[in-house]
């Protein structure tokens, strides 16, 4: 719940700034524009079953994307972005109280592919699918008492599946014709793990992420 009301609460300032901001004198392109982004995800695992957010993990996002118009509103937006999924726990070691975190570092390539609707111009809301690919799946282990690693595992992604699929909503606002701000929640759908018990619930990836991106 924590990182949704922070993703309210981002979504809800970035439309009110808009609201404030002249829109750019200049007029945006009406054919297809590339571009880079880049931003900081806040990750969990949520359990299907009690639908109860575990703790959360700062991350961050980077990639391409091509922005095509399909009417005077309406533009697609596929994306290829390299993006840092996961969880943290932190609990209190019972003899010496220091504060020790437990992190699932999972890194994916993924591929979203959303559907935007522009209020004006520089001003969009946005939904869509993310299918997303592992590349990587490690535990990490921290004495964040005294700043001190203590273990690190070998990469487990054969644990897990390949595939994600992910839902994601959004919303952007450009300050000029090339620069903006952008925000997106994705709540996973399918389940992460390769050999789920019978009986267990669903663990999914859920990430709320915001950025800055740039069209050339």
């Known amino acids: 719940m924590k990182k949704l009301i922070l993703g309210i609460a981002v979504l809800s300032t970035t439309l009110a700034f808009a609201q404030t901001t002249p829109t750019p004198s200049s007029s945006m392109s009406s054919g297809p524009r590339f571009g880079i982004k880049a931003g900081m995800n806040v990750s969990s695992l949520t359990d299907d079953g009690g639908l109860e957010d575990q703790g959360s993990k700062i991350g961050f996002n980077a990639g391409v994307f091509a922005n095509i118009p399909v009417a005077e509103s309406f533009s697609i937006q596929p994306e290829v972005i390299y993006t840092q999924y996961g969880d943290k726990y932190d609990y209190r070691a019972p003899l010496s109280n220091d504060r020790i975190s437990y992190a699932r570092h999972l890194d994916y390539v993924a591929v979203p592919l959303m559907f935007q609707y522009n209020f004006i111009p520089n001003l969009y809301i946005e939904a869509g699918p993310e299918f997303g690919f592992l590349v990587s799946a490690k535990n990490k282990l921290k004495n964040e008492s005294d700043n001190d690693p203590l273990a690190t595992s070998e990469d487990y992604k054969d644990q897990l ?52 991106a740039f069209k050339f």
Not at 164 to 169: A, D, E, V, Y
Not at 178 to 203: E, F, H, K, M, W
């Open 161 to 212: 599946k390949t595939f994600n699929l992910g839902i994601g909503l959004g919303a952007g606002y450009y300050f000029t014709d090339n620069l903006g701000i952008t925000a997106r929640y994705t709540a996973g759908v399918t389940d992460i793990a390769q050999d789920r018990p019978s009986g267990d619930d669903a663990i999914r990836n859920n990430n709320f992420a915001v950025g800055l």
